[in-house]
Nanobody, 123 residues
Framework: QVQLVESGGGLVQAGGSLRLSCAAS????????MGWFRQAPGKEREFVSA???????YYAESVKGQFTISRDNAKNTVNLKMNSLRPEDTGVYSC?????????????????WGQGTQVTVSS
């Protein structure tokens, strides 16, 4: 049974930083691309970032230069370091396992999801 558990969310002031982590179990983690998505209140879920099994990274235009995704295959974790946070970064952040070797920005291309962790950025 695949499980993804996110942690590291919280309340932060604009300009602050957070580091999200996603711990995976029940799968050969190193074989999969992983992604992060977020959903703000009243909005559609949107792609944030992804990383291939080899470490190639992808970012939404809105977070390029601001967020950094990484993975530790020995610990079965994928991380998202978020700097210079803005109120518009507020949302529930979820990690997901890609069903494709090359991750996409489309949520339906991800087959396992975590419950998410809340990030709230105050102005």
């Amino acid at each position: 049974q695949v499980q993804l558990v996110e942690s590291g969310g919280g309340l932060v002031q604009a300009g602050g930083s957070l580091r999200l982590s996603c711990a995976a179990s029940g799968l050969t983690f190193s074989a999969y691309a992983m992604g992060w998505f977020r959903q703000a209140p009243g909005k559609e879920r949107e792609f944030v970032s992804a990383i291939t099994w080899r470490g190639m990274t992808y970012y939404a235009e809105s977070v390029k230069g601001q967020f950094t995704i990484s993975r530790d295959n020995a610990k079965n974790t994928v991380n998202l370091k978020m700097n210079s946070l803005r109120p518009e970064d507020t949302g529930v952040y979820s990690c997901a396992v890609s069903s494709r070797l090359v991750p996409t920005t489309t949520a339906s291309d991800y087959k396992y999801w975590g419950q998410g962790t809340q990030v709230t950025v105050s102005s």
